[in-house]
């Protein structure tokens, strides 16, 4: 493995893993990391299949990265293994940035056959579906604990998330570091972008409308189920809602026959997978995130950026983010009926609502920016390339 030059430093070479094709908050995640470390010191490659860096590819175009189109798709392939192996050797690849723990899997050994001096995942969210019942549950992670001997640090993108690791998944305290996602604000701001009326118009959606905006992935983890069954209780107590919903997904089709189902199809609108994040946030009311789990999710952090308060579900690292009464509202995860309570308090006190979105500003500004996320990403990387010996 090639050592630095104290007079002219080797940059440090990052291979990003992502092991999925649709495009979600990991893929952001990873996004603002390529565009945002400094390329002085670090050269950065995306391992992705060629379906996620197609979807990329507008947002890569004038970013210093490399495009590796690899997938290893299961235990058996050993194409991918070997493409993977080989691109390790190739590039000399410093540190290995697996994001999830299905890509840590996969990735990690040959990272560790390959010589890589630096292992680490980011986990974003503690796969809570994998918990087993009773005896089980004491088991349900050992998978995960035998590969994380592999890595020198997981990186986990919330406290709630390192708390998750250590009580759920039993990692010792000592492995994790906690760096909190952040969002470049400077693209969010509710002084300069408006479009409103425009986008509304576009939808079909009334000037004076109350909107609720869902800016998530069409599928089970996101729970729109539940706020489609708000949306009825609602209308059976006589109150109209508006919900707009921005995102792809497997679930769009039988989301939309609930609707249908429901009689409530002209109240919700699917607009698909949306670039312009702060333009359709202009255009809501509150921003609404009925997940059953979560890591850090950015789009509240985006939500609050655009003073819009959020309504969200009371898991993981949500509450890091909206604190009742002061940020937006919490409720418990699959109840449509306290959803709709929060909903209706918020139709019903506009201005209290008002000041959750400029509060929600405010905290943004101070705790989640980008800048503050890529530092601290930066100086783990130096650190763990330290402690491996590597002059930076």
């Not at 893993?17 to 995640?29: F, S």
């Not at 009311?285 to 579900?313: F, N, Q, R």
Request: glycine residues 6%; proline residues 4%.
């Amino acid at each position: 493995m090639a050592m630095f030059s104290k007079h002219m430093p080797e940059r440090i070479r990052i291979a990003y893993i992502l092991p999925t094709e649709v495009r979600g908050g990991v893929e952001e995640h990873v996004l603002s990391l390529v565009k945002g470390v400094d390329a002085r010191r670090f050269q950065t490659f995306i391992v992705a299949p060629p379906k996620l860096l197609a979807a990329l590819e507008d947002d890569l175009q004038s970013v210093d990265t490399t495009k590796i189109p690899l997938r290893i798709h299961n235990m058996r392939d050993w194409r991918g293994a070997v493409d993977f192996y080989r691109f390790l050797k190739r590039f000399q690849i410093h540190i290995v940035n697996t994001h999830m723990f299905i890509a840590t899997f996969y990735y990690a050994p040959l990272g560790k056959l390959a010589g890589v001096p630096v292992l680490l995942e980011t986990t974003h969210l503690l796969e809570k579906w994998r918990l087993g019942k009773g005896f089980l549950r004491r088991h349900s992670f050992i998978i995960d604990r035998i590969f994380y001997r592999l890595l020198n640090k997981v990186l986990a993108v919330s406290n709630a998330c390192k708390r998750d690791l250590v009580s759920i998944k039993s990692i010792t305290p000592e492995k994790i570091v906690v760096v909190q996602n952040g969002r470049d604000l400077a693209n969010f701001k509710p002084a300069k972008i408006n479009r409103r009326g425009e986008i509304r118009q576009a939808i079909g959606i009334g000037a004076e409308e109350y909107v609720f905006g869902v800016f998530a992935r069409l599928n089970h983890q996101k729970g729109h189920v539940y706020l489609i069954q708000a949306v009825k209780l609602l209308k059976d107590r006589g109150v109209r809602t508006i919900i707009v919903c921005v995102g792809d997904g497997e679930l769009q089709e039988p989301l939309c026959r609930q609707c249908h189902d429901y009689a409530i199809a002209d109240q919700v609108f699917f607009v698909g997978f949306q670039k312009d994040m702060p333009g359709y946030l202009s255009m809501v009311d509150v921003m609404v995130l009925p997940s059953l789990y979560e890591g850090l999710p950015l789009c509240v952090i985006e939500s609050l950026a655009m003073e819009k308060p959020v309504i969200a579900t009371a898991v993981d690292g949500t509450p890091e983010l909206v604190i009742p009464g002061s940020t937006g509202l919490l409720v418990r995860a699959k109840n449509p009926e306290e959803l709709a309570n929060a909903m209706l308090f918020a139709i019903e006190n506009r201005d209290t609502m008002r000041r959750m979105g400029e509060n929600g500003r405010r905290l943004m500004l101070e705790r989640f920016s980008i800048e503050r996320q890529i530092r601290e990403t930066e100086e783990l990387y130096m650190d763990l390339c330290r402690e491996k010996g590597l002059r930076v």
